[in-house]
Nanobody, 114 residues
């Protein structure tokens, strides 16, 4: 059974940094897609960053501030978030696509105070 466990969220002041981690278990084969999404109150969930064998892709709002990376041996995806802004406040979810099936993490709260 595939499970995703996220960590690293919290409260930070504007301009600060956080690093999110998402570790996958129950994985035997390579993971096709790994990504981070976020959902702010009253808004739709949006893609923040993704990483595949073809490279990375970022939402325009986080370009230059966030970096997504992965450790295939640890089956973990990371999101380094720098220069955080209050508008980055949201619940952050990791998502993987494994053997054609999408799996989601439970979400971790990121709150950026002004």
């Amino acid at each position: 059974q595939v499970q995703l466990v996220e960590s690293g969220g919290g409260l930070v002041q504007a301009g600060g940094s956080l690093r999110l981690s998402c570790a996958a278990s129950g994985i035997i084969f390579s993971i096709d897609f790994m990504g981070w999404y976020r959902q702010a109150p009253g808004k739709q969930r949006e893609l923040v960053a993704q990483i595949t064998s073809e490279g990375t892709n970022y939402a325009e709002s986080v370009l230059g501030r966030f970096t997504i990376s992965r450790d295939n041996a640890k089956k973990t995806v990371y999101l380094q978030m720098n220069s955080l802004k209050p508008e980055d406040t949201a619940v952050y979810y990791c998502k993987i696509r494994y053997r054609g099936v999408n799996y989601w993490g439970q979400g971790t709260q990121v709150t950026v105070s002004s």
